[in-house]
């Protein structure tokens, strides 16, 4: 698979015109945009929010700041940041029960963050608002939320899960650590790259991951570096990537990903470990594969694999939801050989 978008075929078009789209209400995007937490929370609730978030966030500037505007609104705010990196179901329930009494529940942080946040919301049937600090998961708008259960990650998808308002504000994202700007960014380039080519992709969706690639694999390295336009840039498209694959679901990189992260190796890294493997494996265009593997090169990512390579397999071929969207059919010697190759680094 080439990446081209073919406008002008009818045929293409007519191919895809069944699909369905699941999106946030409302998407607010731009500098200095969580300030407006606090009006958007006033319109969704009755003054009483809980805010999760991670424990390194506790003194940054934006949660003082959000808090700031849900006070102007006179609306009240308790913090739950018992949130792990790759988080357990378990820290899902302990939000549950910080969140008694609150009928909007922000979450302002990396995936792991949002993702306890959407699930805790919609078990409990209140309202949500998401705030990424880093470009990213795009779990901002999906209604997806990945959790360990008894130690193995899963995807929960339901509707349920879709945040009412996402707020992307670029300025939050300036003063991420630089390998945590790298291995978000390598997660959001993966998203747009494997949506793109996922079996239940759609035009709409080809779109967003196109020009998402395109502002990622030209802004990641700079945004590394910590050049602020390329940050901004970053945001834009880990939420135009998140849009997409919200709507067609990743792949075989984010399969063979899951193990990995079982082991501790956090989400970015392990997609980058493998990413560039599966889209060999998928006979993805070889000018992108190179491009993929230098941007990974420079950015120095990667762990050594401890786990056994067949333990790790059977893993994946139980992961239906991932490899139904492959466009190639995969067999359990197929991961078997793709995870030899990433252990020699071929
Ligand atoms: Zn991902």
Do not use: W
């Not at 949002?114 to 990424?132: G, Q, Y």
């Not at 190796?265 to 980058?272: D, L």
């Not at 000018?287 to 056994?308: N, S």
């Amino acid at each position: 698979m080439c990446i081209s978008l073919k406008y002008n075929n009818p045929d293409f078009l007519l191919n895809n015109m069944q699909f369905e789209l699941i999106l946030p209400k409302k998407i607010i995007f731009g500098a200095a945009s969580v300030e407006r937490i606090g009006d958007e929370a006033k319109k969704l609730g009755d003054g009483s929010t809980l805010i999760v978030t991670s424990r390194g966030m506790i003194k940054r500037d934006a949660l003082r700041k959000m808090i700031d505007s849900l006070n102007n609104q006179g609306i009240n705010s308790k913090v739950f940041y018992e949130v792990d990196p790759e988080p357990p179901i378990e820290n899902v329930y302990k939000c549950m029960g910080f969140a008694e009494g609150a009928d909007v529940i922000i979450g302002i942080g990396g995936g792991s963050v949002i993702d306890v946040a959407k699930k805790a919301a919609a078990d409990l049937d209140t309202k949500k608002i998401m705030i990424p600090t880093t470009a990213g998961t795009g779990s901002e708008v999906t209604h997806e939320a990945v959790l360990k259960v008894e130690g193995k990650k899963r995807a929960f998808v339901d509707e349920n899960l879709t945040p009412n308002v996402a707020i992307v504000d670029p300025d939050i994202m300036k003063t991420m650590p630089k390998r945590l700007v790298a291995s978000s960014g390598i997660d959001a380039l993966a998203h747009a790259i494997e949506c793109y080519d996922s079996k239940r992709s759609n035009l709409l969706v080809k779109t967003l991951a196109f020009e998402a690639y395109m502002i990622i694999k030209d802004n990641l390295r700079k945004a590394v570096e910590g050049d602020e336009k390329a940050i901004g840039n970053m945001a834009l498209g880990s939420l135009m990537a998140g849009l997409a694959f919200g709507n067609s679901g990743t792949a075989l990189a984010h399969a063979l990903s899951y193990p990995l992260s079982n082991e501790g190796i956090p989400h970015g890294e392990a997609v980058a470990m493998v990413l560039p493997y599966a889209l060999e494996f998928n006979g993805f265009d070889a000018g992108v594969i190179e491009e993929v593997k230098g941007i990974i090169r420079d950015l120095k990512l990667g762990r050594k694999i401890k786990g056994g390579i067949e333990e790790m397999a059977k893993v994946v071929m139980d992961d239906k939801k991932h490899l139904s969207n492959n466009p190639r059919e995969v067999t359990y010697d197929d991961i078997v050989n793709i995870y030899r190759q990433v252990v020699k680094g071929v």
